[in-house]
T-cell receptor
Framework: GAVVSQHPSRVICKSGTSVKIECRSL??????MFWYRQFPKQSLMLMAT?????????EQGVEKDKFLINHASLTLSTLTVTSAHPEDSSFYICSARDRNRPTSEAFFGQGTRLTVV | AQSVSQHNHHVILSEAASLELGCNYSYGGTVNLFWYVQYPGQHLQLLLK??????LVKGIKGFEAEFIKSKFSFNLRKPSVQWSDTAEYFC?????????????FGGGTRLMVKP
């Protein structure tokens, strides 16, 4: 149980285009999902908290207009990197919290490696 | 804001050596503590976690960690490392009684085990 799936696992896009990354909880419902970013040889940094049916909460320094988050259902959150630039190349990882196990840890997806050329 | 410090950025060991990776956090209240491992080219895997109870927690693959509240520490240990333990290790913390909140990660420790 507690499987979180991200798609795609790898994506290469041209500078200026937009890329959508999906995060799905496969066997549980998640009212809250988190999006992290990991630059090469660095640690994971929280970008935003995605809440089902409401607006995401962004961390300081993260542009909400550039990183669009939509959490339209209890099993799916999407992160869209708009007008991507090479400096957006990174490893994006989501985690999801089981609404029926509020004291349990959040479960991580396998991550999406974005390369902008 | 809370922070997590991992003192060793790079560690090189020979097989069968003992491992201890340091992790300190800055938060005075109740915390939930985690160690994750990221093998080369792979995603994060949970090694072990501490929520409450016995401060010595055992995880997968022979790893264990000890929560010392007075030192704000949660060091990771393994008595005898293997070449397959080569990976990056992240300590992470979330405050409060809800372990599913967002995590604050340490900077990571890159472990290389020489055969």
């Amino acid at each position: 149980g507690a499987v979180v799936s991200q798609h795609p696992s790898r994506v290469i896009c041209k500078s200026g285009t937009s890329v959508k990354i999906e995060c799905r909880s496969l066997d549980f419902q998640a009212t809250t999902m988190f999006w992290y970013r990991q630059f090469p040889k660095q640690s994971l940094m929280l970008m935003a908290t995605s809440n089902e049916g409401s607006k995401a909460t962004y961390e300081q320094g993260v542009e909400k207009d550039k990183f669009l988050i939509n959490h339209a259902s209890l099993t799916l959150s999407t992160l869209t990197v708009t007008s991507a630039h090479p400096e957006d190349s990174s490893f994006y990882i989501c985690s999801a919290r089981d609404r029926n196990r509020p004291t349990s840890e959040a479960f991580f997806g396998q991550g999406t490696r974005l390369t902008v050329v | 804001a809370q922070s997590v410090s991992q003192h060793n950025h790079h560690v090189i060991l020979s097989e069968a050596a003992s491992l201890e990776l340091g992790c300190n956090y800055s938060y005075g209240g109740t915390v939930n503590l985690f160690w994750y491992v990221q093998y080369p080219g792979q995603h994060l895997q949970l090694l072990l976690k501490y929520f409450s109870g016995d401060p010595l927690v055992k995880g997968i693959k022979g790893f264990e960690a000890e929560f010392i509240k007075s030192k704000f520490s949660f060091n990771l240990r393994k008595p005898s490392v293997q070449w397959s333990d080569t990976a990056e290790y992240f300590c992470a913390v979330t405050p409060g009684r809800n372990a599913g909140n967002m995590l604050t990660f340490g900077g990571g420790t890159r472990l290389m085990v020489k055969p």
